[in-house]
């Protein structure tokens, strides 16, 4: 089994910074995309940002020039920078990664993280 393991989350003021991590809970031999994801209350869940094993990046317009995803295949860890919070960006977000070869025998489509709750407020 396979987990991914989330933090970072927390109350931050407008205009402020946060970053979040998520981590898988063991080694796995490549990940073709890794994803962030964000549902605030009364909303459908949205992509955030997504990179591939390329280094290729996608980005939701709100938030383009303000948070950059990242990824760092030897940690099995893929990070997302949020600068420039506003309270619009208040929600729980999840990373996903998709297309998970964790060993030669093992593969796993997608994986979700628990989620963690980003709050930006005065």
């Known amino acids: 089994q396979v987990l991914l393991v989330e933090s970072g989350g927390g109350l931050v003021q407008p205009g402020g910074s946060l970053r979040l991590s998520c981590a898988a809970s063991?080694?796995?031999?490549?990940?073709?995309?890794m994803g962030w994801y964000r549902q605030a209350p009364g909303k459908q869940r949205e992509l955030v940002a997504s990179i591939t094993s390329g280094g290729n990046t996608n980005y939701e317009d709100s938030v383009k020039g303000r948070f950059l995803i990242s990824r760092d295949n030897a940690k099995n860890t893929v990070y997302l920078q949020m600068n420039s919070l506003k309270p619009e960006d208040t929600a729980v977000y999840s990373c996903?990664?998709?297309?998970?070869?964790?060993?030669?025998?093992?593969?796993?489509?997608?994986?979700w993280g628990q989620g963690t709750q980003v709050t930006v407020s005065a």
């Open positions: 063991r080694t796995i031999y490549s990940t073709s995309v």
């Open positions: 996903k990664f998709d297309g998970v070869r964790v060993t030669a025998n093992y593969y796993i489509s997608d994986i």
